[in-house]
């Protein structure tokens, strides 16, 4: 289960930064990479970020469950 919460953080990562780049400078990092924002590869990208956003929100209950355990 680690290694999935890494990579959920790690895309998240990517995805608040290619915002960063965004809202800064006009510049959408992914859709450079990768062909434009309707190309495929884009979509999936942002698909996994979008994925791994609405896993993290797991991540509050989890802590509160190993929080109501220890005591």
Known sequence: MDTLKNISLA???VGALNW???????????ASLF???A?????????LVGIAGI?????????EEAEAEAK
């Open 35 to 37: 062909g434009g924002q």
């Open 20 to 30: 960063l780049l965004v809202g800064l400078f006009q510049y959408d990092l992914v």
């Open 55 to 63: 896993y993290a929100i797991t991540f509050f209950f989890t802590r």
């Open 39 to 47: 190309a495929m590869l884009s979509r999936i990208v942002y698909t």
């Open 11 to 13: 895309l998240i990562i």
